[in-house]
C-alpha cells in the first residue's frame, strides 16, 4: 500500500476504487451517483439531517434520536414510525447489523430469510447492503424525519455507497473510531484510507448541492475515556472528513457521569474542532455535537436505568449538546423492544424539554475543567502532528504505534492500550496510568492529586482495584466504585 497521506483523493483514483467496491456485492449496481442526487434534491425538506441540526443549534435545542433497527424493511418502518410518534425522535437512525459491519453479505442474506420464515428478526440491525437502494428509499420515504445509519463498520465502503443513493442524509464512523474499539486485526492504515473514500463520497455529494452530515462515533470504547482521548480523536476524524470536502460534523462524546466534566466537555469538544478546523483552513466545515447517554453498564433494575438516562439526557441539555443518544431501560438485557426504545425517548425527551432555558453558571470549578480538556488536547494533537511531520493521518497512524493517541479497554492489537482511567473522589474520570500520553508534568501532577484523594477517602492505594469497581458501579447504583464496608 502507498504509504497514507491526509490528501483529497483525486477524481481518477476515486473512480477507480468505486468500481471495485460497487461489484463487490450485486446490489451496489443499483448505484447511480448522478441519478442519487436528483433523488436527493426531491426529497421534502424535513428528511435533511443538516437542516434539522442547524436549526437545533441555532435554536440552542437538543434534539432526541435512538438506536434502531430490524432484519427487514417493513418492519423496520414500523418500529422508526413507532418512535417517531409514540417516543417523539427527532432524528432517526437506522442501526446495521453486525454481519453487514463484518461484510459478511452472505450471512446476512440467511439472516434476512430466516427472519422471513420466523416473522421476527433474526438479525441485530437493518443489513442494509444486501436489501440495496431501491428498499433504502422505501424507508427514507416512509418517514417524516432525517435517517442516519449508525454501525460499527471498520471497511464502510458499499455501506456508505448504499445509504447515501438511499436518500439518507447522514452517516456514522470514521477510521479511528469504527476501527480501534471493534476491530482486532484490522490495521488503522487500512481502516483510514477506506474511511477517506467514505468522507470522499460524502465530500462528492456535497460538492452536487447535496447536504451529508457525518458524524464520527465520539465514546470509543464507552469505558471511562478521558474526555481528552476521545476529543483528540473526535477531531481528528473531522480533520480527516474535512480534506475529502465533508461540510458538516457532528462530533461526539460519551456521558462519563459527574455533571461538571460531562459539560465541560460537550463545551470544549466545539471550541477545540473549530480551533483545529479554523487553522487548517476548512473554516467553512460546520460543528454541531452530539452526547451519548451512558454507555457503560446499566443496572438491571428498570426504574434504576431510567435514574441514568435522565441523568445522561440531563448533561446533554445543560451542555448544549445538538443531539442526544438515547438509552433504554432495556439496556442491561441487550436490543430493547419497541415500547422500552419509546420510553428511553420519551424520559428524554422530558428532561431536554424542561431544561431548554437552562444551562450550567460559570463557575470556578467548570472553568478549570475545560482548560484541562483544551490543555490535553493540544498537547496530545501538537504531537500527532509532530508526528506525523504536518500530516494528520501519518501523525495518526505513528501516534498509535507509540501510544501517544491510546484508547482504554480497546480490543484492537494496533492500540497500545498503556492507559488507565479510573473515577476521583467526585467521580470525574482521571488518569491512574498515562502510558505514553504527552500531557505536561503539572497535568499529570493534577491527576496523580485527584487520584490520591480518592485513596485516602477510601482507605486504600490507587490501583487496577479501583478501575474494575468503577467498570461495575453504574450497573450496582453508583457512580464511583467504593469498596464494600
Ligand atoms: C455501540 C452501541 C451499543 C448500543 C444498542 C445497544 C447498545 C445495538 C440495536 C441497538 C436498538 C438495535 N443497539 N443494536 N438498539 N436496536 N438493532 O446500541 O443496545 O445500547
Redesign the pocket.
Known amino acids: 500500500m502507498e504509504s497514507l497521506k491526509n490528501k483529497f483523493l483525486p477524481k481518477e483514483k476515486f473512480e477507480e476504487e468505486s468500481k471495485e467496491v460497487l461489484s463487490s456485492w450485486p446490489t451496489g449496481a443499483e448505484v447511480d451517483r448522478e441519478e442519487a442526487v436528483e433523488f436527493h434534491k426531491n426529497l421534502p425538506d424535513d428528511s435533511c439531517m443538516v437542516d434539522k441540526l442547524t436549526e437545533a443549534d441555532e435554536a440552542k435545542k437538543t434534539l432526541t434520536q435512538p ?3 430490524v432484519a427487514l424493511p417493513d418492519e423496520l418502518i414500523d418500529l422508526l414510525g413507532h418512535l417517531r410518534t409514540e417516543g417523539e425522535a427527532d432524528l432517526l437512525p437506522v ?1 446495521i447489523d453486525s454481519y453487514t459491519r463484518q461484510n459478511q453479505y452472505e450471512k446476512a442474506a440467511q439472516g434476512i430469510e430466516e427472519s422471513r420464515e420466523e416473522g421476527r428478526s433474526l438479525l ?2 437493518f443489513p442494509a447492503v444486501n436489501h440495496g437502494v431501491e428498499i433504502c428509499r422505501k424507508v427514507v420515504e416512509a418517514l417524516d424525519a432525517p435517517v442516519q445509519a449508525r454501525h ?1 463498520t471498520p471497511d464502510a465502503r458499499l455501506l456508505a455507497e448504499i445509504t447515501l443513493a438511499g436518500g439518507f442524509t447522514d452517516f456514522e464512523g470514521g477510521g479511528i473510531s469504527y476501527n480501534i474499539p471493534y476491530a482486532k486485526d484490522v490495521s488503522l492504515e487500512k481502516s483510514l484510507r477506506d474511511w477517506q473514500y467514505v468522507d470522499r463520497l460524502v465530500g462528492f455529494y456535497q460538492s452536487q448541492g447535496v447536504e451529508i452530515n457525518r458524524e464520527p462515533f465520539g465514546p470509543l470504547t464507552g469505558t471511562l475515556v478521558p474526555p481528552a482521548v476521545s476529543h483528540s480523536i473526535a477531531v481528528l476524524e473531522g480533520l480527516l472528513a474535512a480534506e475529502q470536502g465533508v461540510k458538516h460534523l457532528t462530533l461526539g462524546y460519551g456521558q462519563n457521569g459527574n455533571l461538571v466534566q460531562d459539560v465541560a466537555a460537550v463545551e470544549t469538544l466545539r471550541v477545540l474542532a473549530r480551533q483545529f478546523l479554523d487553522d487548517e483552513g476548512y473554516e467553512d466545515v460546520s460543528v454541531t455535537t452530539v452526547l451519548h447517554e451512558w454507555m457503560g453498564g446499566f443496572p438491571q433494575d428498570e426504574a434504576k436505568a431510567f435514574g441514568v438516562i435522565s441523568w445522561g439526557a440531563s448533561a446533554a441539555a445543560l451542555a448544549n449538546a445538538t443531539k442526544v443518544i438515547v ?1 433504554t431501560p432495556h ?1 442491561a438485557e ?3 423492544s419497541r415500547e422500552a ?1 419509546a420510553a428511553g425517548l420519551k424520559t428524554s425527551n422530558q428532561i431536554v424539554s424542561m431544561l431548554l432555558d437552562q444551562s450550567l453558571e460559570d463557575s470556578a470549578g467548570l472553568e478549570k475543567e475545560k482548560d484541562l480538556i483544551i490543555r490535553e488536547v493540544e498537547d496530545i494533537l501538537g504531537r500527532v502532528k509532530e508526528l506525523g511531520e504536518g500530516d494528520w493521518a501519518a501523525g495518526t497512524v505513528r501516534a498509535f504505534e507509540s501510544g501517544v493517541l491510546d484508547v482504554p479497554f480497546a480490543p484492537s492489537r494496533y492500540n497500545q492500550s498503556g492507559i488507565l482511567p479510573a473515577r476521583d473522589n467526585e467521580g470525574a474520570v482521571r488518569y491512574l496510568e498515562f502510558g505514553n500520553l504527552p500531557l505536561s508534568a503539572d497535568i499529570q501532577d493534577f491527576h496523580e492529586e485527584k487520584m490520591k484523594k480518592r485513596g485516602e477517602k477510601e482507605g486504600r492505594q490507587p490501583g487496577f482495584q479501583m478501575v474494575t469497581d468503577d467498570i461495575y458501579a453504574i450497573g450496582k447504583g453508583r457512580l464511583t466504585g467504593r469498596p464494600r464496608g
Open positions: 438506536r434502531a433497527g442501526t441485530n440491525g460499527g438509552k439496556e441487550g436490543i430493547p426504545n
